[in-house]
C-alpha cells in the first residue's frame, strides 16, 4: 500500500493537480474508479475495490494511472454526464405519460429515442476509457515509472477476466472496450 501512496503523490505532481486522495473499498473487489469526490475528500479521489488494492505492484501502478487519467482528462467533471442524467429522467417522465394517454406510438418513438441515447452513453465512456490509456501512458512516462510495463500487466490481468460476450461484441452496450481492443490501441499510440 505504500507504494501505491508513493505512486498517487509522485502522479498526482506529474499531472499538476493540486490535490488527490487514493482510498479503498472493500465491497467494490477487483474494481477501481475515480470519483469527483469521496466522504473522505471533497476533491478527486481514486477509489480501489480490496482485490484491486491487492493487485501485483504493476498492475496497481497502471490502475492508478489509468483512475487518475480520468480526473486529468476532466471525465468526472464533465458536465455532459448530468445532461445525460437529465435527459433520461425527461424521456422517462415523458414515456410515462404517453403511457398513461395510451399514446403507444409515442411511447414506441420515446423508448427508440431511450435505446439510441443510452448506445451513444456507452459509446462516449468507451473513447473515455481509451483516452485515459493513452493519458494514463504519458503520465507514467513523464514521472518516470514504468509505464509501458505498467500497462501491458494490466490489460493482461483484464483480458484474463473479460468475459467471452462482452469481446464478441456486447461491448457495444456497455462503458467499457473489449480489454484486446484497448491494449491494441495502445500499442498503435506508442
Ligand atoms: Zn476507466
Redesign the pocket.
Known amino acids: 500500500m505504500c507504494d501505491l501512496l508513493n505512486h498517487a503523490e509522485t502522479l498526482r505532481r506529474a499531472a499538476g493537480m493540486p490535490h488527490l486522495t487514493v482510498t479503498a473499498a472493500p465491497h467494490m473487489s477487483g474494481a477501481?474508479?475515480?470519483e469527483r469526490s469521496h466522504r473522505c475528500s471533497p476533491g478527486p479521489t481514486v477509489v480501489f475495490g480490496g482485490e484491486a488494492v491487492a493487485e501485483p505492484p504493476l498492475v496497481r501502478l497502471a490502475t492508478l494511472g489509468?483512475?487518475l487519467?480520468?480526473h486529468d482528462l476532466g471525465?468526472t467533471t464533465d458536465p455532459v454526464d448530468y445532461w445525460i442524467i437529465y435527459l433520461q429522467r425527461a424521456l422517462g417522465v415523458a414515456a410515462l405519460i404517453a403511457a398513461l394517454a395510451d399514446a403507444w406510438a409515442v411511447l414506441g418513438g420515446l423508448a427508440t429515442a431511450a435505446a439510441m441515447v443510452w448506445l451513444a452513453t456507452n459509446a462516449m465512456?468507451r473513447r473515455?476509457?481509451v483516452a485515459?490509456?493513452a493519458r494514463a501512458l504519458a503520465l507514467l512516462d513523464r514521472a518516470g515509472l514504468p509505464g509501458r510495463e505498467a500497462m501491458a500487466a494490466m490489460h493482461a490481468a483484464d483480458l484474463v477476466v473479460d468475459p467471452w460476450w462482452h469481446a464478441a461484441g456486447g461491448f457495444v452496450f456497455t462503458g467499457?472496450p473489449p480489454v484486446y481492443a484497448r491494449a491494441r490501441r495502445l500499442d498503435l499510440a506508442r
Request: no cysteine; net charge negative.
Open positions: 477501481a474508479r475515480a489509468h483512475e487519467a480520468h471525465h465512456y473515455r476509457e485515459a490509456d467499457h
